[in-house]
């Protein structure tokens, strides 16, 4: 298969949004790949025995995002699109599930350099997403960088042109996003 570009993305994306279908038959070739990537990361760092695999999860993500009726500003924009429904349906999954708020069989990432100290730790996805939740009442800018670098896997300069900031902004404000979550995280599990 042909290697394809951002501005192809991009290019696809924009026809996809003025209702093109044959552009979204186009587009998803191209980006399946990326999206598994984007699942795996997600699941590798669930506990064993997780009943979605990266197939299964960019499917229903897939399905969630032909729905969409956005004007699709970039690649970039896409993944983090597709990223944040990912982490939206695994939190629905776990709570269908009804696996208990923190331990106990809950749904866990491991928090990585991406979000905590350099020490590893594996963290309980609802206790994430709870503390995302706050942190977007408090900044939803520092919010929407957390799921853009930690769920989508964009780089500093990807996020930079999702958010509309300067990459100097990026770099400052995931330092304290990272730092609050972990604290928040981390008084939850204390509390929890």
Known sequence: MKESSPQDVTKLLAEWS???????????????GELRRVAGRYLKQEKQGHT???????????????????????RAHFFSVA?????????????????A?????AVTL??????ATPARREIDLLALDDALESLA???ERQSRMVELRFFAGLSIEETSEVLGVSAPTVKREWASARAWLFREISRGSVDG
């Open 52 to 74: 979605l695999s990266p197939t299964a999860l960019v499917h229903e993500a897939y399905l969630r995002l032909v729905t969409q009726k956005l004007p699709w500003q970039s």
């Open 110 to 115: 491991e928090l990585t350099e991406a979000v």
């Open 18 to 32: 003025k209702g093109d279908r044959a552009a979204l038959e186009t587009l998803m070739p191209l980006v399946y």
């Open 83 to 99: 990223a944040q429904m990912m982490r939206r349906i695994l939190v629905d999954h776990a709570r269908s599930h009804q696996y």
């Open 101 to 105: 708020k923190r331990g106990g069989g």
């Open 137 to 139: 009442k408090l900044d």
